[in-house]
C-alpha cells in the first residue's frame, strides 16, 4: 500500500468506513446510502453529493472498481487494496474499543 492510500485512509471517514463495508457486494450508490442508512438505524445518512464524490475518488485510488452498470446505475465493488484498507480500519477500531472496554 502506497504513502498515498495510507495518508488519505487510515484512519478513514466514517463515508469511507460504510463505502468500503457495503461494496464488500456489488452495489450502486444509491444502494449504499439505503444500506447504511439500515444498518445503523437511520444514525448515519449519507448525501448523495458526499456519496458520488466519495465513490469518484474511491475508484481513482483503486479502492472500489466499476462492475457494470444497471438501469442508469453503475454498480461498483471493493478491490483487493479496498478490502487491505478496509481490514486495517477494523482492526484499529477494535484496538480502540478493546482498550476502552480495559479502562472501564
Known sequence: MDKHIKKVYVPMTETAFFI?????????GYGIVQMVEKITEGAVKLTPGTMYGSLS?????????????????????I???????????????????????EEM
Open 20 to 28: 468500503l463495508f457495503c461494496l464488500q457486494k456489488p452495489n450502486h
Open 57 to 77: 475518488k474511491m475508484e481513482k485510488d483503486n479502492l472500489i472498481r466499476f462492475v457494470c452498470e444497471e438501469d442508469k446505475r453503475k454498480i461498483y465493488q
Open 79 to 101: 478491490t483487493d487494496l479496498g478490502l487491505e484498507v478496509l481490514q486495517i480500519e477494523l482492526k484499529r477500531i477494535e484496538r480502540l474499543y478493546k482498550i476502552i472496554q
